[in-house]
């Protein structure tokens, strides 16, 4: 059984800094494309940062420049570190990669920026 493990949220200040890990666990062969989304409350869940093929990474336009996604093939483990963080980024965030041809979805971890 396949499973993403997000963990690193919480509470934070404006300005402040989180790091993000996404662990994969079970039987994996592959993993390709692995991403992070947000979903704030009242809102659709959007895209945040993803790895594509050849490691070219992409951002919302709202991330760039303050987010950086990375991943540790050995550890099956994707990172989201956010920088200067705002209180617009509250939501959950949630990690998906297609492990062995098929997409998965971690259940999420809530990261809260308020003074």
């Known amino acids: 059984q396949v499973q993403l493990v997000e963990s690193g949220g919480g509470l934070v200040q404006p300005g402040g800094s989180l790091r993000l890990s996404c662990a994969a666990s079970?039987?994996?062969?592959?993993?390709?494309?692995p991403g992070w989304y947000r979903q704030a409350p009242g809102k659709e869940r959007e895209l945040v940062a993803s790895i594509r093929s050849g490691d070219d990474t992409n951002y919302a336009d709202s991330v760039k420049g303050r987010f950086t996604i990375s991943r540790d093939s050995a550890k099956n483990t994707v990172y989201l570190q956010m920088n200067s963080l705002k209180p617009e980024d509250t939501a959950v965030y949630y990690c998906?990669?297609?492990?062995?041809?098929?997409?998965?979805w971690g259940k999420g971890t809530l990261v809260t920026v308020s003074s």
């Open positions: 998906k990669a297609f492990v062995n041809g098929w997409p998965y």
């Open positions: 079970g039987r994996i062969v592959s993993i390709n494309t």
